[in-house]
């Protein structure tokens, strides 16, 4: 079941977030001090290209650098790949078989705002309670 939600997940939305995804992080790689965003960039778009199977937890080890990464990163980038997750999301929610996809494209929301100190791991190797987001 993951694999037909990957793949219908690929074609209706996720290689289009996953080219923003890529922008953003080859524009944040130009400037040396952007670049642990710009790798957080491609982290979380190969997660948005490939979402289903994976989930997204909070990284123990992260600091108060993650906390600020966050919000120079939420200023710079991140709301508009927020944006870009809010579009698909209502473009596939308006046919009854995209709903679902509409539906992750809305939980990946928090993890495009703030990618900073979390961590992407099989969804079978985490606990529910330890889920901050999966598909």
């Known amino acids: 079941m993951r694999l037909i939600l990957n793949i219908i997940w690929l074609v209706f939305g996720g290689f289009w977030l996953f080219l923003g995804y890529l922008a953003a ?5 130009i400037l040396i001090v952007t670049i642990p965003f710009g790798i957080a960039s491609f982290r979380i778009g ?3 290209l490939w979402p289903f199977g994976r989930s997204v937890v ?11 990464g966050n919000i120079i990163w939420l200023i710079l980038g991140g709301w508009w790949l927020a944006l870009g997750h809010i579009i ?3 473009l596939q929610c308006v046919t009854i078989i995209g709903i679902p996809l509409g539906l992750a ?4 929301i928090p993890v495009s705002l703030l990618p900073l100190g979390k961590e992407i791991v099989p969804s079978d190797s985490v606990r529910p309670e ?3 987001f999966g598909v």
């Open 25 to 29: 992080g080859i524009l944040m790689c």
């Open 46 to 48: 190969f997660y948005a």
């Open 58 to 68: 909070d990284k123990r080890t992260a600091g108060v650098a993650s906390g600020i």
């Open 88 to 90: 698909t999301g209502i």
């Open 105 to 108: 494209n809305f939980k990946l």
């Open 130 to 132: 330890l889920r901050t």
